[in-house]
Each structure stands twice: as structure tokens, then as C-alpha cells.
């Protein structure tokens, strides 16, 4: 990571932590069950259980590299390196809905990362998206993750689709995407990342907080 990205990661992660509260959801989707406002929403489209094992894999990899990066961004406003994941048994991916006749997911955290992204999903969902991308190289893979504000009268389940109006998220992209960012935390609204491989299709997803308590 840069150290321009690094430092503008970390001003929006002390900037979400602010108000200091955990907000949790309770979408109607979900029969009012109560769950941190980011959600990951996946697609597996080969029919082997190889492959969805390992999609779930790197998923859990990923949200667990970017909680340990945000304690990081606490703490240093300059993290460059990513720092070794938390351990499986700290936290991770917690299933809440698949779909019959695909390998189609919704998971939220658990375990550490409840609190971590409670009380700043917008910034842990950003990192989840890099995180994604840190073994697969940067140059080859730009310009890959779409992401975009969520309208705050938003609720329904996320679907695996491109945002209409998304723009570029990345390493690459962080100067001019932070102010949807800004802006979507000062305002309560949610956002969400879009990313669709030759197999795999992503969504990371956070609720507006109007769907949520405190």
C-alpha cells in the first residue's frame, strides 16, 4: 500500500470511530435478526466444492486481514505492509443465508471483527476490497472493484450486480473515492463494492444507519 493511501485510510478510520458507537441492523430481509451493518455477498459459479470452499476461504482471509490492518491504522497513520491476518479463532465469516441451485452466500463477522466493523464498516469494507486484491498483484488487477454510495432509504438484499453509478476503488483510486467515503459516514448512508472475476462475484456491502440502532 502507499503511504498517501495508508495515510488517507487512516483519517477516515479515526474519522468513522468518532461519533463512538456500535450500530448493529435489523433488515426486514432477515426477519429483524439483529447483525453488523456489513454484509459480504458471494457467487460461485463452477460446480465444485474445491472451489466454493476455497471462495469462502479467501473471504474469510480477506476480512481478517483487514481488521488487523485497521487496529494498524489506529495506531500508525503511516501502514504501509499489511500486517499478519487475526488468527481464525479471534474471528472471521459467519454464514446467514445461502441460495438453493447456486453457490450463492450472505455472510457478516464474527468473534473481534463484530466490534471492529460495528463501529466502522465503512472503512473495514473498503479494506476488505484491497485485502481481496494483496496476493493478486496491484497493476494487473486495477481498476477491478467498483463501489458506490447506497441511498439511505435502501433495504433489500444486496444483489450480485455492478452499482449504476460506481466508480474505481483500489490502492490506485483512494484520493478520489475517500469523499464518497467522507460523505457516506458523515451522512449515514451505506456503501458498497462491487467485483465480478471470471468464476467469482463479490459484493461488500455496508447498511445505511437508518436501518440500525445504537
Same mark, same amino acid.
Given at each position: ?60 482471509? !480477506?476480512?481478517?486481514? %483487514?481488521? $488487523? ?5 489506529? #495506531?500508525? =497513520?503511516? /501502514?504501509?505492509? *499489511? ?41 473495514? !469494507?473498503?479494506?476488505? %476490497?484491497? $485485502? ?5 498483484? #496491484?497493476? =494487473?488487477? /486495477?481498476?477491478? *472493484? ?54 467469482? #462475484? ?13
Amino acid at each position: 500500500m502507499t503511504q498517501a493511501a495508508s495515510q488517507r485510510l487512516s483519517k477516515l478510520a479515526r474519522l468513522e470511530l468518532a461519533p463512538n458507537s456500535l450500530a448493529i441492523a435489523r433488515p426486514e430481509w432477515l426477519q429483524g435478526k439483529p447483525v453488523p451493518r456489513l454484509l459480504i455477498t458471494a457467487r460461485y459459479d463452477g460446480n465444485d466444492a474445491y472451489g466454493a470452499a476455497r471462495l469462502l476461504a479467501d473471504l474469510d482471509l !480477506a476480512a481478517r486481514r %483487514a481488521a $488487523a490492518l485497521h487496529r494498524r491504522l489506529l #495506531t500508525q =497513520r503511516n /501502514a504501509q505492509e *499489511w500486517p499478519r491476518p487475526l488468527r481464525t479463532y479471534q474471528g472471521g465469516l459467519r454464514l446467514l443465508d445461502a441460495r438453493i441451485g447456486s453457490f450463492d452466500v450472505v455472510t457478516t463477522v464474527w468473534g473481534s471483527l463484530v466490534s471492529i466493523a460495528s463501529s466502522s464498516p465503512v472503512v473495514v !469494507a473498503s479494506l476488505i %476490497a484491497l $485485502a481481496w486484491d494483496v496476493t493478486r498483484g #496491484t497493476k =494487473r488487477l /486495477a481498476d477491478r *472493484w467498483v463501489g458506490s454510495a447506497l441511498d439511505t432509504n435502501h433495504d433489500g438484499p444486496p444483489v450480485l450486480q455492478a452499482p449504476t453509478a460506481g466508480e474505481p476503488w483500489g490502492v490506485q483510486h483512494t484520493k478520489a473515492f475517500i469523499p464518497v467515503l467522507d460523505a457516506a459516514i458523515a451522512d449515514g448512508r451505506g456503501v458498497e463494492y462491487f467485483l465480478d472475476e471470471a468464476d467469482r #462475484t463479490l459484493k461488500i456491502t455496508v447498511l445505511p444507519k437508518d436501518l440500525g440502532e445504537r
